[in-house]
């Protein structure tokens, strides 16, 4: 199945239902289930800003299954929506008008038991049986 590795904490917003778009500077035309690896880095700056949320942030394993639905171009509109789904989650692209790139629209999401594998770049793949 396809994985992709992501920062924390978007990793554990991603998890957790609260952040539904994830941000790339590529595309892809990709539909389909879709492993979230939480990779090992960490965005301090954004650990403070979420801690609201109070969630656990495992790293280095794969910690949910989604659907990845769409890709759209961030542009001014999806800027708007964004803003108006969740204005701290997505401040960062919505406070950005120079940032180019896509959102993949994530649903169904299932959090799962870590499992704990390194992570890699783009979409890579594991044989991850439920």
Not at 63 to 71: E, G, P, Q, S
Not at 102 to 118: A, R
């Amino acid at each position: 199945m396809k994985v992709l590795t992501v920062k924390q904490p978007f990793a554990s917003l991603i998890a957790e239902g609260i952040k539904e778009y994830e941000f790339r500077t590529w595309k892809t035309k990709y539909r389909g289930e879709l492993l979230i690896h939480a990779g090992k880095g960490i965005n301090k700056k954004a650990m403070k800003k979420f801690e609201q949320y109070h969630l656990e942030y495992p790293s280095g394993c794969i910690i949910a299954k989604v659907n990845l639905t769409d890709c759209i171009k961030i542009d001014d509109e999806a800027r708007n929506m964004l803003n108006e789904k969740n204005p701290l989650v997505y401040s960062h692209t919505v406070n950005n008008p120079y940032w180019d790139g896509y959102g993949f629209k994530l649903e169904d999401v299932q959090k799962i038991t870590p499992i704990p594998v390194k992570g890699k770049l783009s979409f890579w793949e594991y044989d991850y049986k439920e």
